[in-house]
């Protein structure tokens, strides 16, 4: 199997701080691979989750490996648009997909999608190399980005989770990313939000 060192590393350096703020429950693994990450840090840390892989010989070493976790061979997109575990407080989602994680968090972060009152969303992002092109699509760029989303994608990221945050009653609390790969077009963050009644609680 061919692997990118230096992409994995910086995928297990943002994770890892990531982590440090994360609650027990269950996580979500939209785009699994073969594992690499859980290898590396989810086995430990998280007992249950669910983790998604289109590709089937992915998805059944997924299977395989982790036998306590719900494995799917499919794409998540569509399986959170149609509300699949939306009972599941996920504590901790990791978005590592080949192109946008803007799909699935559309898909995900709906009014009735459990979460636990901290929620750490870790992501790897191809986008940037497509916004080079004036190829991004509408993904909720808001007006003062029009033009700007490669040079300011990252500012932009911040901007677009902490709306999508704030659609289901969570606020963003800490925000912390690089551009790395070939050329910067690669996008890590990481965001934590923290459900907004949970801030207020214990300060009346
Ligand atoms: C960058 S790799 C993920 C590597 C993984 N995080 C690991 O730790 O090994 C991206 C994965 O997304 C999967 N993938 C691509 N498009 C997908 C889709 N639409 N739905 C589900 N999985 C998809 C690919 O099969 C590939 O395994």
Redesign the pocket.
């Known amino acids: 199997m061919k692997r990118d060192n230096k992409g994995l590393k910086d995928k297990l350096v943002l994770r890892r701080r990531a982590l440090s703020y994360a609650m027990d429950g269950p996580c979500l693994?939209a785009?699994?691979?073969?594992?690499?990450?859980?290898e590396e840090l989810y086995r430990q840390r998280f007992p249950v989750g669910i983790a998604?892989?289109?590709?089937r010989d992915?998805a059944a070493h997924l299977a395989r490996s982790r036998p306590e976790w719900a494995v799917y061979e499919?794409?998540?997109?569509p399986a959170f648009s149609a509300r699949l575990h939306q009972d599941v407080p996920f504590s901790f989602v990791?978005i590592?997909?080949?192109g946008a994680c803007w799909p699935l968090l559309t898909s995900l972060f709906h009014e009735r999608q459990a979460f636990q009152d901290t929620v750490v969303i870790a992501v790897?992002d191809g986008l940037r190399e497509h916004l080079k092109w004036g190829h991004g699509g509408d993904f909720g760029v808001p007006p003062e980005f029009w033009g700007s989303e490669y040079d300011q994608y990252l500012a932009l990221c911040k901007i677009l989770i902490e709306k999508k945050a704030e659609q289901i009653g969570y606020n963003l609390l800490r925000f912390e990313g690089f551009y790395a790969g070939y050329q910067n077009q690669m996008t890590h963050f990481y965001a934590t939000l923290t459900k907004a009644s949970s801030l207020t609680r214990g300060t009346a």
Do not use: T
Request: charged fraction near 30%; glycine fraction near 8%.
């Open positions: 693994e785009y699994a691979g073969y594992g690499l990450l859980f998604f892989d289109k590709n992915k499919s794409d998540p997109v990791d590592d997909p080949y790897n």
